[in-house]
Every structure is written in C-alpha cells, then in structure tokens.
C-alpha cells in the first residue's frame, strides 16, 4: 500500500485503503464531477501513529482514568507529534505534480470503520476547510487523526466492543469549491427519507459553503422535486442569515446583506441540476443516495455520495400476516427484534447492501407491522455480482 493516491485511481475505491468516505469518492469521481485531490491511506496513518502506540496503550491500561482525560491526552500526543518525513515529501511531490499547491483544499477525514455493519462512525470524525499551505495541511492532518480518538467516537467503539488499536484513518485533500456568498450549497437525497416519498428528491440548501446545511444549526431551504418529471413540488424558503466563505487556510462566516436572507437560495433550474445528480448517483451505486453538492461559476459539483438506509416508515401488515398472524406479547417481541434485525443486515452486507438503520418490523397494538418503504428501498438491489453466480436452466 503507497502512502498517498490520486483520489481518481480506482485501487483507492478500496476502504482498506481509503476508509469509508474516500473510498466512496475515490469510486464516485470514476463517473461523476467529483474535485480532483489526495488521499493520504490508512498506511499513512499506521506509519504515523505507530511510534506513539506504546505511550498510546500505556495510557489506554489506565482504569484509573476516566475516559474524557485518557481521550484529551492521547489527542494531544498525536497533535504534538512530528510528522514522519517520508510523508512529508510524499506529499510535497505530490501536491507539486497535481498542481495543489497554495490551492484550498477540505481536509476531510476518513475511518476504516464508518461503513462496517452495524456501525455509524461517519460524520464523528473532524474535516477542515479552506487549508492551502504545507504546514497548515499537515496541521489539519493530525487533527483529523486526533478525531479518531474523541471521547464520543472511543465510547461508541466501547459500545460496539471495537478495540481502539484496531481502528484506522484514512484522509481525503480535495480541492475546495469558492461558493461564494450570492451561490448555493446543500445537500440532496435521490428519494425524501423524511416524508417517506420514494417519489420525490429532497433538498435542503443555503447560500455559501455547505456546511451551513450539513450543521444543522442554522435556517436552510428546502426544495421538493418529482423524480419523473424533475417538476418543482414544494419549496420553503426561510429566514437565512449567515454564509460560510472561504478565506486564507479557512472559513469565515459572513451576514448575508438583507434583501438577500428571504430569497430562494436555488432557482427552479438549479433545482431540477441538483435532483438530476442525485438521480444520476443513485444510479451510479444502485441504490438512493445522500449526497452533498454546490455551485461555483454555474457548474453544478458532487462533493461527497452516501447510502440512505434510514427512512420514515409506512406501516402495513401485507408481509407481516402472513410471518406473525397472531398477536405477539411485548417481551416475547423484545427477545425476536434485536436478533431479527441483527440478522437481516448481516444477509443484507452478504449480498453487497447496505444495513438498514430503521425498523423493518415493528409492533403495533400487539401485532407485527411491517415497513413497506424499506422493502421498496432495497427491492430489486441483488447486485449484478450475485446474478452471474446463479444457475442458469
């Protein structure tokens, strides 16, 4: 395994290599308008923490400690520690011949762990934006590796009995996209999971830099799309405030002027672009996608693509009369649920699909309901892989 890759090399689809997240762009960007960068692989990261694990286990063996300062103290060790020079040069030669160089780029960190079953480590680990020079890259590297050992991301490995050593990071450089304060930002999801509309793109959107959106802190509008005829259903525009920019090695956050805070952030145009790319990613890994997307100069880009595999549900008991026909009492559903659940995923991660997060069962007034949306979704998903191992009459 090299220590860096070109995000676009197909061997860096592999999240062994990449993690979760740019293994999922370094795939995407074979088809989409992904931006070009690096990925510094999980080798990378072995060979940097490495040195620091026996002080790194010392610490983990305290059971005096609470979690918290084991936590604060292994994050400092990293934050402190000096970057191995062999990834220094790697990386300067390649910045150099991609061109990179005094570029802005995301930062954005990227576990080995965030899609494995049953799992849900993605969005726990940090990303910076805006970061362009050498030392400040290699800043921003180690923070990112600093996040692998956040107090909430340690407990959450305790909960799923991960141990920490095993865990690994990879992390994604891609050149950043200048939305300016006047473009839009979001995210989209190819099928609504909020409203239960398989029917429908959702997307929520604001001016500036997506993070905007993706915090969830701040007013965002909402755009409702057909996905047959990329017709504009619904919109809600709110009472935007503020746009993240980017400025020298990161963002500031600038008040929008005020003719600006109650106008749509996207015009019905724009809307039918972003449905299409949600679509056309949906199709690209066959199965309904969340991705995050914005606008730069009037082109439309895919900035990152992930699986939905939560949805609101629709309750019936078509499938379910025939499985349970008689009611069922609560403690008798409490010892079936877990392990049904459990097992589904893992028939689902056989076949190349994603888990599902939600319920696929549940009861009702004694009775066992089933979740017709999340059958819909995974319907009609056997991969092509598992098709050509069939046997053929």
């Keep these: 395994m090299e220590l860096i890759y070109k995000i676009n090399e197909p061997i860096a689809s592999e999240v062994s290599i990449s993690g979760g997240k740019g293994a999922s762009l370094a795939k995407t960007i074979q088809s989409l308008p992904v931006p070009d960068g690096l990925i510094l692989s999980c080798q990378a990261y072995q060979l940097f923490i490495t040195p620091l694990l026996p002080k790194i286990n010392l610490l983990l063996s305290d059971k005096k400690q609470e979690i918290e300062s084991i936590s604060n103290n292994i994050r400092h060790l990293i934050l402190q520690a000096p970057m191995p020079e062999s990834l220094i040069h790697s990386l300067s030669t390649m ?56 107090t909430h991301v340690m407990l959450y490995r305790q909960h799923l009995n991960l141990p920490h050593t095993q865990a690994s990071m990879a992390v994604v450089l891609q050149r950043m996209i200048d939305v300016q304060k006047e473009e839009a930002a979001g995210v989209a999801f190819s099928v609504d999971p909020v409203q239960g509309s398989l029917s429908t793109v959702l997307i929520n959107a604001a001016f500036g830099l997506g993070e905007t959106v993706v915090a969830g802190e701040d007013p965002v509008d909402e755009f409702i799309v057909d996905r047959e005829t990329l017709e504009l259903k619904q919109t809600t525009i709110s009472q935007k405030k503020n746009a993240i920019v980017m400025v020298n090695n990161g963002t500031e956050i600038l008040p929008l002027e005020p003719q600006n805070k109650s106008i749509p952030s996207l015009t019905p145009e724009q809307c039918k672009q972003v449905a299409k790319l949600a679509i056309s990613a949906e199709k690209y890994f066959d199965f309904p996608q969340d991705i995050e997307w914005a ?24 499938e379910s009369a025939e499985r349970f026909p008689n009611p069922i009492t609560p403690l008798t559903w409490d010892m079936c649920e877990a392990g049904f659940h459990s097992s589904l995923n893992f028939s689902l991660n056989l076949m190349g699909l994603p888990s599902f997060n939600g319920k696929w069962f549940g009861m009702q007034d004694y009775y066992i309901y089933g979740n017709q949306n999340a059958v819909s979704l995974y319907s009609n998903r056997l991969p092509t892989s598992m098709m050509n191992d069939l046997p053929t009459y």
């Design 295 to 318: 606008f730069h100069d009037g082109k439309l880009w895919l900035l990152q693509s992930r699986n939905v595999t939560q949805i609101a549900p629709i309750w019936t008991r078509e």
């Design 95 to 150: 910045l150099n011949n991609l061109q990179l160089n005094d570029t802005a780029l995301a930062v954005r960190s990227s576990g080995t762990l965030e899609d494995m079953p049953g799992a849900a480590f993605a969005g726990q680990h940090d990303t910076l934006l805006g970061i362009k020079t050498l030392p400040h890259l290699l800043d921003a590297i180690r923070q990112c590796y600093a996040s692998l050992w956040h």
